[in-house]
């Protein structure tokens, strides 16, 4: 082992890139935001490759002096700070004067740049962190930053980034993120020489409509609450606009993108009366605060923060956000809407209140199902004769009821079909007296077991669409179709990709034939984008599973044979853990005899 020694500054460099720039669209997030501080009211970024072969920003703002330009690029070199007083009250994005220097370290870099105050551009050029002198060139007043080959000097860091589609995908995300903030200025994105994206210079609510999309601004309520230095300002979605992800999120502290617990604790315990735990809100959400109240210094990335008095930032956010949603009739509305309107499809919901509405539709009229009950004709005759002595002419007493359709010996456990309560409920008849089941707590357990012993075996059958469904999703969505078939494939999908926004569902699990494809489709997507392969198939497994059986398991309101409910009832009695469903919540209830006698107070 060799003794202490000081390490070179361009392995500094590199050592510090592996924190800073991570993959291009954080190295895209370093240069946006120095162009932002730069003062630009126009900026452009031009990719290749997903970032990996070019990120080239171009903006108009104030310009590197030519003095300057080799400092640009020097670790722990910067214009934002200059003593501890000036790092404690940080208004900028930027501040360490890390990145450039860590960017620099692993590309080819070119940077160009003209102040007001000169007559020409000047421009210097550096590879793996050797940089030229200063050389004149053209360039109109502003800045253009390019770096090339993103770690082609470190082949192993290389290898950790992934497909081009997906490394896109975080761009673009990236871009959204600074353009969300920064409304006033126009941004143009450009990947691979097409245009994707082009905002004008507009106020919060076009840039929100442009980025989000016509929904969002339909379903957005505007917050601009203000109190004790605090500002929250912006747009919050109603809880009927829930995502089944978090993709819809973001949180801006003076103008900086965070993901921090306090808020995001904050604004969950805003919606928890209104939004049922397995959904996420929407939002686009400004916090401004004195700078002395906030640590950004917290990591390299500046996307974590640190407030001074975080009590009273979790109480205002949360009291801004619920008396916004309050004042919409959102809880008021949230509570009368119907189930749909709140739950993803296949979502257990016991309460009666959710099917209130649909309760009396004529799918859902109550129907008096075949009973089977022993009544011999010769002890019948002579009540009837009895009861309705006088009136023998008009009414004959009724036919005689066959003899029951089993023996008692022969009575399963959960017993035999007699019919359906309101589309939830089946009841069945056993050796004890009554079963109740819920339909689709009960179906839910059992296609889960399958999908556990099919995945386990590694045999799920799978079942092609006649007609291939088209989806359109985000960019990372296509992209983890493109680098996962083989994971889909193994949990019993077959999709392709079809353009840049769209995918086609071909094939679904056999054992999930009656689903919504699309929804199965994003809810599959959803947890391998935001877990991965290995986690999917190995911790994340079973809560994976139980989201696609709920997506398969029969519906509320859904009319039932007694053949078909006689077979669910049959499933429940060769399935492990049948008496409770995925979610924890029973599937049937016992009522004896004994206990039917109480209610009607027989024997009293």
Same mark, same amino acid.
């Given at each position: 082992m060799s003794g202490i020694h000081l390490l070179p500054d361009l392995l500094i460099n590199q050592i510090a890139a592996g924190e800073v720039v991570d993959r291009p669209a954080s190295a895209l997030k370093e240069l946006l935001e120095n162009s932002?501080?730069?003062?630009a009211t126009e900026i452009e970024v031009r990719l290749a490759q997903g970032g990996m072969k070019l990120i080239q920003i171009t903006d108009n703002g104030s310009g590197i002096p030519a003095t300057e330009l080799p400092l640009a690029l020097a670790r722990h070199a910067t214009s934002k700070i200059a003593s501890l007083e000036d790092l404690e009250?940080?208004?900028? !994005?930027?501040?360490?004067?890390?990145? !450039?220097?860590?960017?620099?370290?692993?590309?080819?870099?070119? !940077?160009?740049s003209r102040t007001g105050a000169e007559d020409h551009a000047w421009l210097v050029e550096g590879e793996g962190g050797a940089l030229t002198a200063p050389q004149p060139a053209a360039?109109?007043?502003?800045?253009?930053?390019?770096?090339?080959? !993103?770690?082609?000097n470190t082949p192993a860091r290389r290898k950790f980034l992934k497909t081009e589609a997906t490394e896109y995908a975080h761009c673009e995300e990236m871009f959204k993120r600074i353009a969300l903030a920064h409304p006033a200025i126009g941004f143009t994105l450009q990947h691979n020489g097409r245009v994707a994206w082009h905002l004008r210079p507009s106020d919060l609510a076009t840039r929100v409509h442009a980025i989000l999309g016509e929904d969002f601004s339909q379903a957005a309520l505007p917050i601009d609450v203000e109190a004790a230095g605090l500002r929250l300002s912006g747009f919050a979605g109603v809880p009927a606009y829930s995502r089944a992800s978090r993709d819809a999120q973001y949180c801006f502290v003076n103008g900086r993108f965070v993901r921090d617990k306090l808020i995001a604790h904050a604004l969950r315990e805003a919606y928890k009366d209104v939004l049922h735990q397995a959904r996420h809100p929407a939002y686009v959400l400004f916090l401004n605060l004195d700078p002395l109240g906030v640590d950004v210094n917290v990591h390299p990335t500046k996307i974590e923060v640190r407030f001074r008095d975080s009590r009273a930032v979790h109480q205002f956010l949360y009291h801004g956000v619920h008396q916004a949603l309050a004042r919409s009739g959102g809880e008021e509305a949230g509570n009368r809407a119907p189930a749909s309107a709140f739950f993803p499809q296949g979502t257990t919901q016991a309460s009666s209140a959710g099917y209130a509405a649909s309760r009396f539709t004529p799918e859902a009229r109550p129907v008096q199902t075949y009973m089977p009950l022993a009544v011999h004709e010769a002890e019948a005759s002579p009540f009837y004769a009895t009861l309705f002595a006088g009136a023998s002419e008009t009414l004959a007493p009724p036919a005689p009821m066959p003899e029951p359709m089993w023996e008692q010996s022969e009575i399963p456990p959960l017993g035999y079909a007699l019919g359906q309560l309101h589309g939830i409920y089946i009841l069945a008849q056993n050796a004890a007296g009554l079963v109740l089941v819920d339909m689709h707590a009960a179906h839910e357990r059992v296609v889960y077991e399958k999908l556990k012993r099919a995945l386990d075996l590694s045999t799920v059958p799978t079942q092609p669409l006649l007609t291939p469904a088209a989806l359109n999703v985000g960019p990372l969505d296509v992209a983890t179709v493109a680098e996962q078939g083989a994971t889909l494939a193994q949990l019993g999908f077959e999709m392709a990709v079809l353009s840049p926004n769209s995918i086609a569902v071909r094939s679904i699990p056999a054992l999930l034939q009656d689903a919504d494809p699309n929804e199965l489709a994003r809810t599959v997507l959803q947890d391998l984008r935001e877990f991965g392969a290995s986690r999917v198939l190995t911790e994340r497994r079973n809560e994976l599973l139980g989201d696609m059986a709920c997506h398969g398991s029969v519906r509320a309101n859904r009319r039932l044979s007694l053949p078909e409910m006689n077979a669910l009832l049959r499933e429940m009695e060769a399935t492990e853990r049948?008496?409770?469903?995925?979610?924890?919540?029973?599937?049937?209830?016992?009522?004896?005899m004994a206990d039917l006698d109480k209610l009607f107070m027989r024997g009293k």
């Open positions: 932002v501080d730069a003062g009250r940080v208004g900028s !994005l930027g501040f360490r004067g890390e990145a !450039l220097a860590s960017i620099a370290s692993v590309t080819r870099i070119t !940077l160009n360039h109109p007043v502003g800045t253009t930053i390019v770096a090339r080959d !993103l770690y082609f049948a008496d409770q469903c995925n979610h924890g919540r029973p599937t049937w209830f016992q009522m004896s």
